[in-house]
Nanobody
């Protein structure tokens, strides 16, 4: 089992920044791709960003391109999501997930964190 714990969420004004962290523990983390997803009230969980194990490939949903950056630190078993120029529509619970491939579908990820709330005020 892989345990994932997100942190770094909070309340921020529009235009501000937050950095989310996702710390992994448990079985070996080697080889896993990591993704960030978000879910707003009444909405389906949606893909935000993903990165492969070697950090050679990253993908973003169009609405966050040029504003969000996903990265990972193997030494710390941690993946990050740097979020800049935040907008009210970014408000959601953000989840990190681990899977075999850097894909966009939630069902392809085997392990999930508990989520962290991000609220962007206008």
């Amino acid at each position: 089992q892989v345990q994932l714990v997100e942190s770094g969420g909070g309340l921020v004004q529009a235009g501000g920044s937050l950095r989310l962290s996702c710390a992994a523990s448990g079985r070996t983390f080697s080889g896993y791709a990591m993704g960030w997803f978000r879910q707003a009230p009444g909405m389906e969980r949606e893909f935000v960003a993903t990165i492969n194990w070697r950090c050679s490939r990253t993908y973003y949903t169009d609405s966050v391109k040029a504003r969000f950056t996903i990265s990972r630190d193997h030494a710390k078993n941690t993946v990050y999501l740097q979020m800049n120029s935040l907008k009210p529509e970014d408000t959601a619970v953000y989840y990190c997930a681990a899977g075999l491939s850097p894909v966009t579908k939630p069902k392809e990820y085997a392990y999930w964190g508990q989520g962290t709330q991000v609220t962007v005020s206008s």
